[in-house]
């Protein structure tokens, strides 16, 4: 009988997990001390233990560890895309509150599904096994399905959580089934390993296991075909809810989506032309499906839909450039979404309508909503000088770069289509109002998370290097060295 043989654990590759972990529970236990009204403390502990998790992860960049038995990888792209992820989980804390209060959902649970969520997509960034990814996955997906359902006494709240978790289990088990597949072919579920597998038996068993694992992470991404259940979660959802999962759902799913690519696509061919189509469909029906809406929830749902056809751009192309266009591209990504939905979240002193007509004349109401609006609005659309331009700017060069002329063409195309609905939503907000409403106070810690939006965006934008450089490095150390050249157009399209 052999020993068992003890693994060496790096610690330090765990701190930032552990610290959201041990931040969440320390949040559920004050839960119980606060009264319904007095959520404060709560968010203080939250945000202090985002910070010190932000400082540990930090620590690690531009470092490569392997440790708990090779199961949990310490490098430059868990760092920046988990640094996303803690940003967005902050300045959702920060503007939660207000929005919980003026809708009477004092529920304290809240701010401890968002940690543990939130430590199960650091999870699932950091890790380069597929059983790991997938309880972090699980630890994600089941804090959402409660928290698109908080709003307990309204239908639609209710609906979305339940269309949330019935299409998510269904997506789960296609995953979890590919995975089952690629543990028969390699004995493993490193995804590492498929890149040196060579046995014919073994790549026909891997694709079936690929489609099937694509399948499950494209519902996470909002790709099309596998997009449905966005606009009703998003609409349906609390709004601090749905802020919270259009960033975070989008960073982690998109994060395993590179490990994946980089050592799929090198072994197996069909990953690049079924990516090639889902790429296509969701930049084409994500833009025309919010180009005909009136909520802007859902229009910002199905514009998700047409950016995670943007990134999956960069999926394609299988270059360096691409992979760090998309680092760059998920992190003002966060950015934008999160500021988008605060900005809506304050429409709860109108009764939570969330309408085009309902936020005509928001410039009335509250000047710095309405500016800070225009400016998240016009960095979605990707018009310059904010980061929106240029994480869109980089995918259609590495479109170009990797001979991939007609998604460079689509992703050009539909982008003019996308600013001309961003660009309605932002002239109504300056137009007279349907009804007159009085001036809104915004809270300061509202406030406080709007300017980091915006002031991050337009930053990125007037100095694009720093982050630009950190993604690079990031796609360097994260590529294989001699990847298989990326189909073609006319390839993708057979």
Request: with cysteine; proline share 4%.
């Amino acid at each position: 009988m052999e020993a068992f043989v003890k693994p060496e654990i790096e610690w330090s590759a765990l701190a930032p997990m552990g610290v959201v972990v041990a931040t969440a529970l320390l949040t559920l236990i004050l839960e119980l001390f606060l009264p319904p009204t007095r959520r404060t403390p709560m968010i203080a502990v939250g945000l202090l233990g985002l910070a010190i998790a932000a400082y540990f992860q930090t620590a690690l960049w531009q470092s490569f560890v392997l440790t708990f038995g090779e199961m949990l990888i310490a490098d430059s792209l868990g760092a920046v895309l988990s640094l996303a992820v803690l940003g967005a989980t902050a300045l959702t804390l920060l503007f939660s509150e207000d929005y919980l209060q003026a809708r009477g959902l004092r529920y304290g649970e809240f701010y401890p599904l968002v940690l543990f969520a939130s430590a199960g997509a650091l999870a699932m960034l950091t890790t380069t096994n597929l059983m790991v990814m997938f309880i972090g996955l699980e630890m994600l997906s089941l804090a959402l399905y409660v928290l698109s359902g908080l709003s307990r006494t309204e239908a639609r709240s209710e609906e979305s959580a339940l269309k949330y978790f019935l299409l998510g289990a269904f997506a789960s088990a296609f995953l979890l089934y590919g995975m089952a597949l690629m543990y028969g072919a390699l004995g493993t579920v490193d995804i590492r390993d498929v890149a040196f597998s060579t046995d014919e038996a073994s790549v026909a068993l891997l694709t079936a296991s690929a489609i099937l694992i694509l399948i499950g992470l494209a519902f996470k991404a909002s790709l099309v075909p596998f997009h449905l259940w966005t606009p009703d979660v998003y609409q349906g959802a609390p709004t601090v809810a749905t802020a919270y999962m259009s960033a975070v759902a989008k960073v982690a799913a998109f994060g395993v989506l590179i490990r994946l690519t980089v050592s799929v696509a090198p072994a197996l061919e069909l990953w690049g032309a079924l990516l090639w189509q889902l790429s296509i469909l969701s930049m084409v029906v994500g833009n025309a499906a919010a180009l005909v809406q009136r909520d802007a929830k859902r229009m910002l749902a199905y514009s998700s839909v047409a950016h995670a056809g943007y990134l999956t751009v960069g999926l394609v192309s299988a270059n360096t450039t691409g992979v760090a266009g998309m680092i760059y591209y998920l992190v003002a990504y966060s950015l934008m979404t999160v500021g988008a939905f605060a900005v809506l979240s304050l429409m709860a002193r109108a009764g939570d309508a969330t309408t085009v007509d309902a936020l005509q004349g928001l410039y009335r109401r509250s000047p710095l909503a309405a500016h800070a609006m225009a400016i998240l609005l016009l960095s979605l659309a990707g018009i310059p000088p904010t980061a929106g331009f240029w994480g869109k700017w980089y995918l259609f060069f590495a479109a170009v770069e990797a001979n991939q002329w007609l998604l460079a063409g689509v992703l050009a195309l539909t982008s003019v289509i996308g600013a001309a609905y961003y660009l309605r939503l932002a002239f109504s907000l300056y137009a007279e109002p349907r009804e007159a409403t009085p001036a809104w106070r915004v809270p300061a810690p509202v406030a406080t998370a709007l300017l980091a939006c915006v002031l991050g965006l337009i930053g990125l934008g007037v100095l694009p290097a720093r982050l630009t450089d950190a993604a690079r490095h990031a796609a360097r150390q994260v590529i294989v060295e001699q990847p298989a050249p990326t189909p073609t157009d006319a390839h993708a399209r057979k």
